[in-house]
T-cell receptor, first 115, second 115 residues
Framework: AQKVTQAQTEISVVEKEDVTLDCVYE???????LFWYKQPPSGELVFLIR??????QNEISGRYSWNFQKSTSSFNFTITASQVVDSAVYFC????????????FGGGTRLMVKP | GAGVSQSPSNKVTEKGKDVELRCDPI?????LYWYRQRLGQGLEFLIY????????KSGLPSDRFSAERTGESVSTLTIQRTQQEDSAVYLC?????????????FGPGTRLTVT
């Protein structure tokens, strides 16, 4: 069965520190997608990134970077020079079957960035 | 353009009453999803609509839950005879298509409290 595990339930850092959020997944599919979403205190989920399992290149977007390791079934997310506005709950997700795009989510990691 | 909207934003109801939650997807999005998020937890898939196809109801937790969608527009999630364990935030999302990999855009959610 498809499963996403985010072992870190809560992380607290001081502004400007780098922080990595872990995501480990299980899938029976040979090709799949992985997603990261951000849920700020306002509650609305914001899409961050989509990764196709064909592409193992790491991706960087500003202060955000993602490390996809198919061999270890991990898709970790790093924020460089964290800011208070990065405080949110972050979710990793993948579609749970081939019939559609319904997502199974990890439990989320709450990141608190203190000034 | 307009994002996904949901109403009401908050709903308090007494145990045993029926409630209806509404979702307006992004115009032109053929796929629509309902998820539930219990306090401090990740999202659980409930139901998925794709165009005029039969919905995927595999995530509905009991027969007290049902949903409808008119064509490719508004969807309503109905919970009959509400129970306290139904208290959660109900999130709606839409995507351009239902195939795996399409980004889902989430609404702000409806916070349901059953007293």
């Amino acid at each position: 069965a498809q499963k996403v595990t985010q072992a870190q339930t809560e992380i607290s850092v001081v502004e400007k520190e780098d922080v990595t959020l872990d995501c480990v997944y299980e899938t029976r599919d040979t090709t799949y997608y992985l997603f990261w979403y951000k849920q700020p205190p306002s509650g609305e989920l914001v899409f961050l990134i989509r990764r196709n399992s064909f592409d193992e290149q790491n991706e960087i977007s500003g202060r955000y970077s993602w490390n996809f390791q198919k061999s270890t079934s991990s898709f970790n997310f790093t924020i460089t020079a964290s800011q208070v506005v990065d405080s949110a709950v972050y979710f990793c997700a993948l579609p749970f079957n081939n019939a559609g795009n319904m997502l199974t989510f990890g439990g989320g990691t709450r990141l608190m960035v203190k000034p | 353009g307009a994002g996904v909207s949901q109403s009401p934003s908050n709903k308090v109801t007494e145990k045993g009453k029926d409630v209806e939650l509404r979702c307006d997807p992004i115009s032109g999005h053929t796929a629509l999803y309902w998820y539930r998020q219990r306090l401090g937890q990740g999202l659980e898939f409930l139901i998925y609509f794709q165009g005029n196809s039969a919905p995927d109801k595999s995530g509905l937790p009991s027969d007290r839950f049902s949903a409808e969608r008119t064509g490719e527009s508004v969807s309503t999630l109905t919970i009959q005879r509400t129970q306290q364990e139904d208290s959660a935030v109900y999130l709606c999302a839409s995507s351009e298509a239902g195939a795996r990999g399409y980004e889902q855009y989430f609404g702000p959610g409806t916070r349901l409290t059953v007293t």
